[in-house]
């Protein structure tokens, strides 16, 4: 072959042709869930969409239910990295469907345990040649049904805990009734993060995470309210702000049948000018946060994560109904009267290394190991069909109730007449969805006005 001279051009070379990209499906039933499975997903695959790597699509299903969030809801969740106008509403069903359809490589199940049960079944029955990587976890602390909701959980390829304390808990559960442990994988709170802790001159700002069942009575709500409200006239210099997690109306996580807003309304004497209810991302609250005061909500990891001086109430007591009995050892346990006093409680540091806050600058390797298990998955080629614990054979009694709650049979496959036939014209799915907007505002009427109403009057 003659040599090539100086002007003959060198061969183009051919362009690698792109990979396809890593497809991943956040399905959640909640604002808050919808924040964790959408921020998992995202701590899940970082990395895997770098220059040599496949691009990453991310798709948002809320699953349709009393606590669907709301574009609000949405809307104030944060940052996620998914568009809240491309997030759309399914049914357990349609979810299964798009499953089937869409070919996901990962799927987060961001879902109460009883719906995490369903899905698990419902996509073992699709019986798919290649099914996707199944994740789920918990969005906060457990202090409540933890083998209840660990062994819902059990089936999928792998089980977030927030933390080592955590971790150690769900793999006895799972060994002690004989069930697979490999799941469980340690990882941290996906939504921990900002910027540490600096005190400000001039400003002196107390937050108050409300929760949306703890406390349940409209005493203990009422005395809760009473006292902030208490601190901030002791305290006139001083910003006191009762953040919210919703509007009346609008559902979490948890029912909310007493909301703070109307509580307030009713309270005697008004509401002093320092006081305020607040609403929006509680990264940024914690932004201009000098104490986080709270009976047991999750916002305290994220307050402790920044070191933050953080206050867990004891004057309802420490019970496991109340969540509080979480943060024994932890040294944040006080009362009103010792915050009006101006103490401040100290967190223990061995207790804080247990539990996932990671205040030691150790947040950003928590999710080295849950991600390299996703991938080796991901890369395993055709994996065994999905085994939950809970069989026809294991809890006839159990599963079949939690499976036709999302309309579907003991075998996982859809009860006839669950998937609607495909709606067509703009007209009739206007209609569809106002008749369904309609329906679940008057399930939200009814649990937060007329349930509390028949309760008590059953208590006469």
Known sequence: ???????????AETPAAPRPALRVAVLADSDTRWKWGALTARRLTAGADGPDARPVEVSGLLLRG????????????????????????????????TVR???YDLVVLALVGGG?????HGLAALGLPRRPVVVTGY????YEKLADGLLLRHGADVVLANSAHDAERFRAVYEGVGADASAVTEAALPFLGGAPYRPEEGRDTVVFAAQPSVPASRADRTYLLRRLVEHARLHPRREVLLKLRSKPGEHTTHIEELPYQKLAQRLPGGLPPNFRLVYGHMGEVLDRTDL??????TAALESLHRRIPTAVLTDLGVRETLGN???????????????DGGIRPRPDGAWLAGQGVAADGSYG???DTARAKVTALLGAGQLPSLAPYYTPATAPGYLPGILGRHHLAPDGTPLPGAAAPQETGRVRGAVRETVRNAARGAYRQGVQRVAPVIRRMGEL
């Open 1 to 11: 072959m003659p040599p090539r001279t100086s002007n003959e051009a060198e061969p």
């Open 66 to 97: 009393r606590a669907t969030p709301t574009p609000r809801q949405l809307a104030e969740v944060g940052e996620v990295g998914i568009d809240a106008g491309r997030v759309r509403e399914v049914t357990a069903v349609e979810f299964l469907h």
């Open 101 to 103: 359809d869409e070919g």
């Open 116 to 120: 995490v049960q369903a899905m698990l």
């Open 139 to 142: 969005v906060g602390v457990v």
């Open 292 to 297: 986080l005061v709270t009976v047991s909500s």
């Open 325 to 339: 009995h979480h943060f024994v050892g932890s040294g944040l346990l006080t009362s009103w009267d010792r915050l």
């Open 365 to 367: 390797t928590a999710y």
